[in-house]
DNA sequence: GGCGGCGGTGATACACTGTAACACTCGCGC
DNA sequence: GCGCGAGTGTTACAGTGTATCACCGCCGCC
């Protein structure tokens, strides 16, 4: 599910999610605008989670700040469009380079020690939860599914020492 | 997993967790304290999940002011004792009547109509899980699933409507 | 009795997260 | 030019959670 073994932090890939973003944003015939691209790049470019004030204060410069409240707004619109994930646990944003179909659910392992985030999906763990739904009869809109633990990389690190 | 088909407030539900939790603190040897108390008497009243600030404000009466702060203490209390379970995606509380197993997983049903909660655990698809984190290398600690959606209740009303 | 520690509570202040409301600009179609 | 809508800047505010200190009651110890 991600290419590199772990979730460090990968120039290349916040090159390509721009650059996805904006192919995509002209498809769709949206602006994808200074602010918003600037908010992506911040997500794209650190390996973990990062809240919104973080962003901002990252994208302020002496003589030029980003208030939250626009940081938020862009973040609303990255997360229509699929670009980003909110993780709730967190209040942190992640960048998403997958294409989801909708309803589809995703699972984001979040690590305690480096604050990487992966995404996973699972249709075995789909399928099992749409068991459980139903009997209990309850008709599902949306879901969150967030594991917290230890990465592979931080266990091995831990194990060493 | 629910004795009464939905999850409207039962008063005689309330009675039973405190009977239950002051015998569950008497075995530790903790304090049930009246606070303590009073709070998750409010939690386990009401149907729905209940704010931190709203208990606080239940509890207040003219001339004695019970703070948040001291609810969110009584909540962290409750918390580690299994009484009360947190639902991340409201930043709200509800009471628990169940006895988990260590590392047990929970699945929170929230009714974004009537704002009742229910809760249910799946062997099936924490076993689903499992296989998801071992393949990708992830070791939990904590896991959060939360669905929001229509509980059957609320689901019959709008169709009745 | 005096005394010190400890858990629980009260109270204030504060940090962090998120939203409402309003004004302004820019680009575009008429 | 003019109106309109989308995007942004700015301020203020609401909601959620924590740090800190003081106080009190209890219990064990000297
Ligand atoms: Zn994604
Ligand atoms: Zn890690
Ligand atoms: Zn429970
Ligand atoms: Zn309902």
Redesign the interface.
């Known amino acids: 599910?991600h290419r590199h073994e772990g979730h460090d932090a990968c120039p290349g890939d916040a090159v390509d999610m721009l650059a996805r973003a904006e192919s995509l944003c002209r498809e769709r015939g949206l602006q994808f605008t200074p602010l918003r691209r600037d908010v992506l790049e911040v997500v794209a470019a650190s390996g973990k989670a990062q809240g919104a004030y973080d962003i901002a204060e990252r994208l302020s410069v002496p003589g030029k700040r980003v208030a939250p409240v626009s940081v938020y707004r862009a973040l609303d619109f990255l997360m229509e469009q699929g670009l980003v994930h909110r993780i709730?646990?967190r209040n942190a944003f992640i960048p998403c380079a997958h294409v989801h179909a909708p309803g589809e659910g995703v699972?984001f392992?979040i690590?305690?020690t480096c604050g990487g985030v992966?995404e996973?999906s699972?249709q075995?763990?789909e399928s099992?939860?749409g068991?459980?739904?139903e009997r209990?009869?309850?008709?599902?809109?949306?879901?969150?599914?967030?594991?917290?633990?230890?990465?592979?990389l931080c266990?091995d690190r831990k194990q060493a020492s």
């Open positions: 599910m709730a646990s699972i392992l690590c305690r992966d996973e699972s075995d763990l099992g939860l068991r459980t739904l209990a009869g309850f008709t599902p809109a949306h879901s969150i599914l967030e594991v917290e633990g230890d990465c592979g266990r």
